[in-house]
């Protein structure tokens, strides 16, 4: 037989015998992966690599940053202090990164700076949010550019994902195909061969 029908054949056997080994792999590997980023060494690296990726990281940091533009922007409406308000905001990004560059800033207000000027040197905070939280301080308008701000990064965050949506598709496709390519030519490989033979 053919090497490529031979590998597949052997590959059907390997999931007849062993699928249970298998599902408990991958389930190990989620559960694994699950309880170290419950971990704070966990959340700390996974979230680190994770807005660093070429495509969901671009994604991640602005869903971060709408979620806690909207959150500090509605707490200070209330009429909550500032340095309360980025400690609850802080929690809600739901990135580590983000979480520690809030917590820095907290900080820095605390010792009577303002708060776009820390923001201003990390990495990972837009300019662009620096910039519009700059205006709100000078202005007194600080709860209302936030929104603003909330506002662009969700809309931001919801082009973004409608975008990799359709990317998905069609390279689910290719993949899909591709995989039923394979395994068409591999179980007709031995016919062709064998009217090669023959002829």
């Known amino acids: 037989l053919p090497s ?10 390997l999931f007849v015998a062993y699928w249970w080994v298998l599902i408990g792999a991958v389930g190990g590997l989620f559960f694994g992966v699950k309880g170290y980023y419950g971990t704070a060494e966990g959340k700390k690296n996974l979230d680190t690599i994770m807005i660093n990726l070429p495509i969901m990281g671009p994604l991640q940091q602005k869903g971060a940053v709408a979620r806690f533009s909207r959150t500090l922007s509605t707490l ?72 603003k701000v909330a506002d662009f990064f969700e809309d931001e965050v919801e082009t973004a994902a409608e975008a990799m949506t359709a990317m998905i598709e069609p390279l689910l496709m290719v993949f899909l195909g591709g995989i039923i390519a394979v395994l068409v030519v591999a179980m007709y490989l031995p016919i062709f061969n064998l009217a090669g033979s023959m002829g």
């Open 76 to 147: 200070l409406t209330a009429g909550v202090r500032i340095v309360d308000c980025l400690e609850i905001a802080s929690a809600t990004t739901g990135n580590y990164v983000i979480e520690m560059a809030l917590i820095r800033s907290k900080d820095s207000i605390s010792k009577g700076r303002t708060l776009a000027e820390p923001l201003r040197g990390e990495k990972h905070i837009p300019k662009m949010v620096s910039q519009m939280i700059t205006i709100g301080e000078q202005t007194g308008n600080l709860d209302q550019m936030l929104s």
């Open 4 to 13: 490529l029908t031979i590998f597949v054949m052997d590959l059907s056997d």
